[in-house]
């Protein structure tokens, strides 16, 4: 399959988990993807496995001065976008009587306003050109009001309306917008959930693969142009919320 024959991407939070999963579908597809992530060590690794197509690009998205250079990383390591998968984000989950304050800030920033600044630091570089697809890793819970997600839930549901009205403000730019929005995935977030509702999801199947919500984003992706994947939501079948 070459349906992203030529066609050159990158994503966010690309060392591991959906990132991971979508950079490996989207090569397999036949697009050259730039790897953004904080953790230099694991992009080296990925990109040694993946080959010449997998470019690694080291930003802290958390630092608002790099944060800035996304587009002009990515230019410096080829020569234009059409893709970004704004993927990287954070967990918190629990009573919020309980959160850490500074953990919240921490994954406020990274699920809303890094993507939000990400869309805008590429989104005229996209407009210049006349094309380009934006997909953005929401969740379920930016879909239901998930009662131990207090924190995260709303950061998703911030993604959910940023999508739909970036989506009306790009398309007679020929830019499509989308959210991918999946259930409980196997990956690290799943390392801050509740014991009791790890437990439970796993005991019930109730988990999917990160390959699973790639899968998604490449149908999304491979769609006629005149075709926009606005939402996908990716739930295992026995997923009961």
Request: proline content about 5%; hydrophobic content about 45%.
């Amino acid at each position: 399959m070459n349906d992203l024959n030529g066609k050159i991407a990158a994503v966010t939070g690309a060392a591991s988990g959906i990132g991971l999963a979508s950079t490996e579908a989207m090569i397999a597809a036949g697009a050259t993807v730039v790897l953004v992530d904080r953790d230099e060590r694991a992009l080296k690794e990925v990109c040694s496995r993946l080959g010449d197509r997998a470019v690694p690009l080291t930003i802290d998205l958390l630092n608002p001065e790099k944060c800035a250079t996304l587009l002009d990383g990515i230019l410096s390591k080829v020569d234009h976008l059409d893709i970004l998968h704004a993927n990287a984000g954070t967990y918190i989950g629990g009573d919020l009587v309980d959160a850490d304050l500074d953990a919240i800030d921490r994954m406020l920033n990274l699920n809303v306003n890094v993507v939000i600044k990400n869309v805008r630091t590429v989104a005229p570089h996209m407009i210049e050109r006349g094309t380009g697809d934006i997909v953005v890793t929401s969740s379920v819970a930016g879909h239901s009001a998930v009662p131990w997600e207090p924190v995260y839930s709303p950061s998703k549901w911030a993604m959910h309306a940023f999508v739909q009205t970036m989506r009306r403000q790009l398309l007679k730019s020929g830019i499509r917008v989308g959210s991918v929005s999946p259930g409980p995935v196997i990956s690290a977030l799943l390392a801050d959930w509740p014991e009791e509702n790890l437990r439970k999801a796993k005991e019930a199947g109730a988990l999917i693969e990160p390959k699973e919500v790639a899968d998604a984003i490449i149908f999304m992706l491979t769609r006629p142009r005149n075709v926009t994947i606005r939402d996908v939501v990716v739930l295992p079948s026995a997923f009961d919320i």
